[in-house]
């Protein structure tokens, strides 16, 4: 049973920066892309970024790209979002997931219902 615990979030400022962390245990998740989501109550849960097994690839979906920057460690089974720039609309529980299963297309990766491993969430607030 994989387990993922994100860490990391917050209340900053808009214009601030955070590092959230996801550590994975129970198996090794090097073998699987590891994507970030976001949620905000009575919402659906929303891509933020992805990244390929080896990290060489990432993915960012358009309201961060240029902002959020993902990366990993294999070995130590850590996979990180560095968030610059915040916008209050950045807020929500972030959510670390691993998806199990390959898939051709990387805009696959941008749902949620094709991850199977999630974590409970971290909080990130950002304050005008």
């Known amino acids: 049973q994989v387990q993922l615990v994100e860490s990391g979030g917050g209340l900053v400022l808009a214009g601030g920066s955070l590092g959230l962390s996801c550590s994975a245990s129970g198996r090794t998740s090097s073998m699987y892309v590891m994507g970030w989501f976001r949620q905000d109550p009575g919402e659906e849960r929303e891509f933020v970024g992805a990244i390929s097994r080896n990290g060489v690839l990432t993915y960012y979906a358009d309201s961060v790209r240029g902002r959020f920057s993902i990366s990993r460690d294999n070995a130590k089974n850590l996979v990180y979002m560095q968030i610059n720039s915040l916008k209050p609309e950045d807020t929500g529980v972030y959510y670390c997931?691993?998806?199990?299963?390959?898939?051709?297309?990387?805009?696959?990766?941008?749902?949620?219902?094709?991850?199977?491993?999630w974590g409970q969430g971290t909080q990130v607030t950002v304050s005008s």
């Open positions: 997931a691993e998806s199990s299963t390959y898939y051709s297309q990387r805009s696959d990766y941008t749902s949620h219902g094709k991850y199977d491993y």
